[in-house]
């Protein structure tokens, strides 16, 4: 899908912008993340998104930036990915579990 086509889709979400530090190149920009409020709409925008045509990459109950979360991921310009995504619980900053992504 064309990067328009990809905003025009994630605009009917509220968007809360978080930044982490990374160990990229100063100034980049690994990824863009959209946090929803409820699973449920991780499961709504999903299926929203999938219908739609987008390709996504699911991920449940795992823990990354220091919380637990259910989301998905979906591909955008320049393979930079976005994650839609809700907060289950903080997690302690020492635990990181690597993602087991599924393309559907």
């Not at 920009?29 to 929203?48: A, F, N, P, Q």
Request: negative net charge; contains cysteine.
């Amino acid at each position: 899908m064309p990067t328009p086509a990809l905003a025009r889709a994630l605009l009917s979400v509220p968007l809360k912008l978080v930044l982490i530090e990374g160990a990229g190149e100063p100034g980049s920009l690994d990824h863009i993340g959209v946090e929803v409020g409820s699973t449920g709409e991780v499961v709504t925008e999903s299926t929203r998104l999938k219908a739609q045509a987008f390709q996504l990459r699911h991920e449940d109950n795992v823990t990354c930036c220091y919380a637990v979360q259910d989301k998905f991921w979906i591909d955008g310009a320049n393979n930079r990915e976005w994650e839609i995504y809700t907060v289950l619980a903080n997690a302690p900053e020492s635990v990181q579990t690597p993602a087991q992504p599924t393309r559907t």
